[in-house]
């Protein structure tokens, strides 16, 4: 990981909706802009169709890699008209922002009760709200499913329940699977409502998509693994594939570019699940240490097991507990306390962190920079590999992260 953050609170995460007010932070980035005044590089005038006034899009990118969002703020570096088609901006929304009135943001997300990825999400999300309403003023909302996993019906209706009540002006979401959105996010451009999407590959009429390309991930951690093996002389024939859930988009594409790369370099490795027949291990903790115990149980010979999400660091510890340290290896991505503490103990190859932080702090600043100048945000995300000789950085920018 490559973040550090500021403390903010998180807030309650219980309910549906938590509301955020924004802090004295504004204030102090306001005065950055004011100061600022005089310096007009990267200032961008607003166009026809969306907000009136001047935007200082260079002092927001500075005040972004200030707080560790790198990759949000080389998106606002590359910032352009885009493709938004025959997208009109609602005449209220585009009223309320040219008056200097605070625009209504929300931002959906898949959970707010998993284990790790929620408490990430939060505070990604909270992290960027001064700097976006530095640019343009806005009352933020984030709304998820308080469940353990994903809950599209109940996802969609509550963005549903505020779409309704004309409570939306722009609109984030990080879907639960790649098409299960398309049309609430087509029902909202048709309203005059800016949409992004974040963290899943999405196929919908949002004016960009902030996250991942899977295929090109999978081919990444296999380089990964590769490179671990040759540097510690380690031969590797039998690979393993795996996830929370498994039949995802997303989960397909990392394991498909991981085999079909590991494949590419060792063209005898055998594997025990294949991207189409991949071996579930579920999100909930427990479920994914007696899968992966099981699993080694029947195939002790393996050498490396994949995870497409989160669980490698409890396949690291089916691996110790199978006393398999050094035989078998576990590898994943995102970052935890037990990816890095497997890491540590030579279980875990390496995690590789998407910066979930930082897809949940994208929409903010996107909806912000759309409304104030009419220019789009493109994704700029890129995956940051975390292994032994950055581990202990990650785990204190970790800390940071979450006020630990």
Same mark, same amino acid.
């Given at each position: ?39 007009? #590089? ?41 493709? +938004? ?18 625009? =209504?943001? +929300? ?28 640019? #343009? ?41 790649? %098409? ?22 999405? =196929?919908?009429?949002? &004016?960009?998509? &902030? ?13 990964? +693994? ?6 510690? @002389? ?38 025990? %699940? ?9 999100? @909930? ?17 393996? =050498?490396?097991?994949? %995870? ?11 691996? #110790? ?20 503490? #497997? ?35 493109? =994704? ?6 975390? %292994? ?17």
């Amino acid at each position: 990981m490559q973040c550090a953050w500021r403390d903010n609170p998180i807030g309650d995460l219980k309910g549906d909706t938590v509301e955020h007010e924004r802090s004295l932070g504004v204030l102090l980035i306001s005065a950055l802009l004011v100061a600022a005044g005089s310096v007009q #590089a990267g200032a961008t005038t607003v166009p026809d169709g969306t907000a009136g006034g001047e935007a200082d899009l260079a002092t927001a990118a500075a005040g972004l890699r200030d707080i560790g969002f790198d990759q949000i703020a080389d998106s606002v570096d590359a910032a352009d008209p885009g493709d +938004v088609g025959s997208f009109e901006l609602a005449g209220s929304i585009a009223d309320k922002v040219a008056a200097g009135e605070a625009f =209504n943001y +929300v931002f959906s997300y898949q959970s707010s009760a998993i284990a790790n990825f929620s408490d990430q999400y939060a505070a990604g999300y909270e992290g960027t709200l001064d700097v976006a309403a530095s640019i #343009a003023p806005m009352n933020p909302t984030s709304i998820a499913p308080a469940v353990p996993g994903t809950d599209v019906p109940q996802q969609i209706a509550q963005i549903e329940a505020l779409l309704n009540t004309e409570q939306i002006d722009c609109l984030t979401i990080e879907p639960a699977d790649s %098409n299960s959105f398309t049309d609430i996010v087509q029902r909202a451009v048709d309203a005059g409502i800016p949409v992004f999407t974040v963290g899943v590959t999405s =196929n919908g009429a949002e &004016f960009s998509n &902030f996250t991942q390309i899977p295929l090109e991930e999978g081919a990444t951690v296999a380089d990964g +693994v590769l490179a671990y093996a040759e540097a510690n @002389d380690i031969d590797l024939s039998v690979f393993t594939v795996s996830g929370g859930d498994p039949s995802q988009f997303w989960a397909q594409g990392r394991m498909e570019g991981f085999q079909t790369r590991i494949l590419e370099e060792i063209p005898d490795a055998e594997f025990i %699940n294949t991207f189409d027949n991949a071996l579930t291990a579920p999100y @909930d903790p427990a479920g994914a240490l007696d899968a992966y115990k099981a699993f080694l149980a029947g195939n002790p010979e393996v =050498n490396v097991i994949m %995870n497409a999400d989160i669980g490698a660091e409890h396949a690291a510890t089916a691996i #110790a507990d199978a006393d398999l340290i050094g035989e078998a290896f576990s590898v994943g991505w995102n970052v935890a306390p037990g990816s890095l503490d #497997a890491i540590e103990a030579g279980t875990q190859i390496a995690t590789y962190d998407q910066e979930w932080s930082q897809q949940a702090g994208f929409g903010a600043i996107a909806c912000a920079v759309y409304l104030a100048t009419g220019l789009v945000m493109p =994704n700029t995300q890129h995956l940051t590999e975390v %292994n032994i000789s950055n581990a202990a950085e990650a785990r204190a920018e970790l800390e940071e992260i979450l006020g630990d």
